[in-house]
Structures are given as C-alpha cells and as structure tokens.
C-alpha cells in the first residue's frame, strides 16, 4: 500500500553513521531510522548478540518465560521506575498497553467513562487507541470513528491541561519533547502542571519516550531531565538496535493494574528481540556516553544557530528541531541534503528533524553543520 | 677320583664370571643410587626455589589487592554517603510533592536527614525559588550523571534560580 512518501533512495548497506545506497553512493545518516539505529548502523555487539540468540532459542511465546526477556524486563525497571514491564513489538502498541493500565486503573477508581488527556502535537503511534491519543491525525474523519474517551489541550497551556484534568481522567499521556511535531520539549511550568493535576484527580502520568528515551537526550531517560516522575513510560524506537521491540514500564502506582488475560502479545519480547536490546543497554546505559550525548549536543545546536537561514534550534541532547526562517522551504532543503549525502527529515514546513547515532564523533558533526550551511546557502542563491 | 678334594682346585670359568658380575652390578646400582640422589637434591632445591618466588609473588599480590581493597573501600564509602544523601532528598521530595522515589540504588537504605541537616544547618527554603520540581529536576539530573553545571543551567533556564548553590550543596556535597 502506499502509506509513505518514500524518498527515491535504495538503501544496501550501513555501518556506524554512514549509509550507501546500491550505486555505491556514501550518506551521513542524521535520522538513524528516525531514532532506532541511535547506536548506529549494525553495531558489532547488537549484530552479535542477534546471531548468536538466532542460533540458540528464536521463539516460545509468552507462554513461558526466557531469559533475555527476564533480564531485559528487570533491567528496564531498574532503571527507570521500578515496577513492572509489557513487551510490545513496537511504539504504538507500548501506548495501547498504556491506555489499558490507564482505563483499568481509572475503573478500579469507580470511573465509569475514563479519559486520557494529550497535547496537541503529540505523536503515540497509529494504531487506534495511539491514534485517538494523537490529535493531529485522530482529527481524521476518513479513519472515523476514533475511539472515544480521550481529548486534548494546546502544546504547553500548564493552565489548558490543569482544567481539562478531572475526576474522570485516568491519565495524562504526553511526550516530554515531541519528536514527529518537529521537536519541542514541553516546559517544565507544564509538565509540573501535569503532575500536580494527576495528584489531585488520582490519575497516572504517562510519559511517551518512545522518541526521547534510551540516551537520545543525553540521559538514559528523558523524565532524568524533567521536574517529574511518571507513574509509566512508554519506550521502543532505540531499544533494539534496529529489532522490533517496545515495552511499557508501570511503576509501583500502576505496576499490579493488569492481570493475567487482560493484554498480550504472540512475538513480544521474543529472545532474539530482547537480546538485542540487552547488547544496546549494555552500550547505552554508560555515563560517559551520555555525558558525550549533551556534550556533542551543544556542540551541534552552536554550529547551526550560527548559519543563515536557521532561526532556532530545539531539543535536548542529540534530538534536535531546526527552525528556518521564514521562506525557507524545508522539504526542499530536506531534498537538497539528501542529494549532498545528508539524511534528515522534515517534520514540519519550516523545520529539520535530526536524530543523529548517540555515538556519532564531532567530525560528524561539523560535517553536517557544513552540508546545512552550504544548502542554505545554495537554495538562498537559487 | 670321582670324589676328589676341590678347595685347592682353581676356581671354575662360570663362578670368577659370576662373582664379576656381581661387582658390575653392584658398582652400577651405586651409581644409579647416587644419580638418583642427586636428582632429589635438584628437584628439593627447585622446589624450594618456587615456593620462595611464590611466596615472593602471593606476598605482592596480597599487598596490591590490600591497596585496592582500601581505594575502593573509600570510594564505597563516598558512594554510599552520596547515595543516602540523594535518597534522603528524595524521600522528602515524595513528601512534598507525590510519586515515588527512583529505584535505581533501591538497594541503599535512606538515611534520616533532617531538612536543616541538608540545608548545612540553616532551616529549608520553601519559597517559589526552590520548588519541589527545581529539587526533584537537580536530583534526577545528578542520578542520571548530570554535572554540577549542567544542573545549574537547567534550574536556571527552567526555574529561573539564580542561586542555584544551596540546591546544588544539599544534592552533590558543597563544591570543592
């Protein structure tokens, strides 16, 4: 079906930053699969790590437990929340897992008609309970009707999100920074907002760090960087290296809501999958390496506020929004990098999306700040 | 004739060989005797010779791993002090503002702090400045592995505190 709008480029081989397409030509890739390969194209360990499990146990079902999943599942709670994990196969059914914790929870409160409340400009996934949490594209009537019970505010209204949440919210679920709306962090004023309102009503705050988790921002997760803890998080996108794998974290407050029956899935957190993620862990969760994150972070958000034609940059760590200036057509631009050897993506008219590997080296860097500036430069001229 | 006396006879062929042989064998059995001696003494004296040097070498290591034993020892002890102190905030910081401490280090058992302890003697700050959200962001952020700097400049441009000391003092220690 033709669901993308794919670029007219045929991918063959990766290794670290770099990409070739089958006539041999070589690409910095800046999008890494928008934020799966953050470690890289085909990284020794996380390939290792998938041959040998390949070989030794590929699937049982969650009928039974294996090894790479328990160690994965008590890994990811540690480091986060504590609590306990859901495996999913990808991002958006991570949030349907959160919408189920976050409905049984708000019915285990008396709630009747449970609601969750978003931001505009969030992005949960596409399925149809993600969908419906996703303002932008639930506003579609063509896939209508959306599944009822959840409702939205504008992007960073702390007071917005305070009266929209009442006795029957069961959650909030917000990005900490929206990835697909062209990466901006919510303020600090709003996400407070947003915790204090689900002490008040008793509802679960659920952080989607489906984009901005796992190192992205220069800590192991986003919520680190934030004046909150979430009650869950929701992650996929880097945890496996380029392997399909999400998981839902529940903490204490939410960890016993699902029993036995209420959710499930055939592949999830299969050993091949979790293997994986347990090799990109190993790598990921390194002060130094995220130290370097914001480190090198800094030093790219400097060098592209520094061109013409860039009138800001957003983000944190290696996730970055690059604003243009007005009349700058992004999408052409976007073009234009992919044609010098930069791949990038266009979130937004007006804005780049850069999601560079997390152990990219700052030669990378300048060299990318180049392509931009002489791109800038190039369509200015045109 | 048949019965003639023989102890005047000379001596057959068969016992003067016999006798020689003996002396061959007995001289040779002497000899295997003493290079077997001398053996022994060799292999006694390598032997001696490898316990001395392990001697020698288990001495070494003991004193290294002593050496090492007593770093990481201090290092521990720094680490916990950190740690109980992190904790301790964050008990106060659920407190204050709801939600649960982090389990990384939920291993540690939290120290009982009281606020004019962490506050270096001087009762809490519970004025708009220091909100639990500006305390509960520095103690996330050093968990994570934030610098003092990195810190400083999130409560700033988040929270705009300016004097970001005591926040910073009650978390990471006084600065050096």
Request: proline residues 6%; contains cysteine.
């Amino acid at each position: 079906m033709r669901t993308y709008r794919r670029a007219p480029v045929d991918f063959v081989r990766g290794e670290g930053p770099l990409l070739w397409d089958a006539d041999g030509k070589e690409y910095l890739d800046f999008l890494t699969g928008i934020s799966v390969c953050s470690l890289g194209h085909c990284h020794p360990a996380v390939v290792a790590a998938v041959q040998e499990q390949a070989g030794r146990l590929m699937h049982v079902s969650n009928l039974f437990y294996t090894e790479p999943m328990a160690r994965l599942a008590e890994r990811l709670a540690e480091s986060s929340l504590g609590g306990r994990v859901f495996f999913s196969n990808s991002g958006t059914e991570a949030v349907e897992c959160a919408i189920k914790v976050a409905r049984k929870h708000a019915h285990m409160r008396g709630i009747a008609a449970p609601e969750i409340v978003s931001f505009e400009g969030d992005f949960h996934g596409r399925t149809y309970g993600a969908l419906a949490a996703t303002p932008g594209m639930a506003a579609n009537e063509a896939l209508g009707p959306m599944l009822p019970g959840f409702r939205s505010v504008p992007r960073d209204d702390a007071a917005a999100l305070r009266a929209a949440v009442g006795e029957s919210t069961a959650a909030v679920l917000i990005e900490p920074i929206q990835g697909e709306a062209g990466v901006y962090p919510i303020s600090d004023e709003a996400l407070l907002a947003a915790r204090e309102a689900c002490e008040e009503s008793g509802a679960l705050l659920i952080l989607d760090e489906i984009q901005a988790g796992l190192g992205r921002t220069g800590s192991l997760w986003a919520f680190e960087q934030t004046p909150v803890r979430p009650d869950a998080i929701v992650t996929a996108k880097a945890l496996g290296g380029g392997m399909p794998i999400g998981a839902c974290i529940a903490g204490p407050a939410a960890a016993e809501v699902l029993e036995p029956g209420d959710h499930g899935s055939t592949f999830a957190g299969g050993p091949v999958a979790t293997a994986a993620a347990l090799a990109v862990l190993d790598v990921l969760d390194d002060p130094a390496l995220l130290r370097r994150v914001r480190e090198l972070g800094a030093e790219l958000r400097a060098g592209l506020e520094a061109l013409d034609g860039v009138r800001e940059t957003r983000g944190r760590g290696l996730m970055v929004g690059v604003g243009l200036e007005d009349g700058i057509d992004a999408a052409a631009v976007g073009a234009d990098l992919l044609e010098r050897g930069l791949v990038v993506n266009v979130p937004e008219p007006g804005s780049l999306r850069l999601l560079p590997p997390l152990l990219v080296e700052s030669s990378h860097i300048e060299r990318s700040i180049g392509l931009i500036g002489d791109s800038l430069l190039g369509l200015s001229r045109a | 004739m048949r019965r003639k006396d023989r102890r005047n006879a000379p001596k057959p062929l068969a016992s003067s060989t016999a006798e020689r042989l003996a002396t061959i064998v007995e001289a040779a059995e002497r000899a295997a005797a003493e290079v077997i001696d001398d053996a022994e003494a060799q292999a006694r004296g390598y032997l001696e010779d490898a316990r001395s040097e392990a001697d020698r070498m288990a001495a070494e290591r003991l004193t290294a791993v002593a050496d090492l034993a007593d770093a990481l020892a201090t290092e521990v002890e720094d680490f916990q002090s950190r740690a109980d102190r992190l904790l301790a905030l964050l008990a106060e910081l659920k407190a204050e503002a709801g939600g649960e401490p982090p389990p990384r280090g939920g291993h540690l058992k939290a120290v009982t702090l009281s606020a004019e302890e962490e506050n270096g003697g001087h009762p809490p700050e519970r004025g708009p400045g220091t909100p639990a959200g500006a305390r509960l962001l520095a103690t996330q952020m050093a968990v994570s592995g934030s610098s003092r700097e990195e810190i400083a400049t999130r409560l700033r441009t988040g929270f705009e505190i300016e004097d970001t000391a005591s926040i910073l003092d009650a978390i990471l220690g006084p600065e050096d």
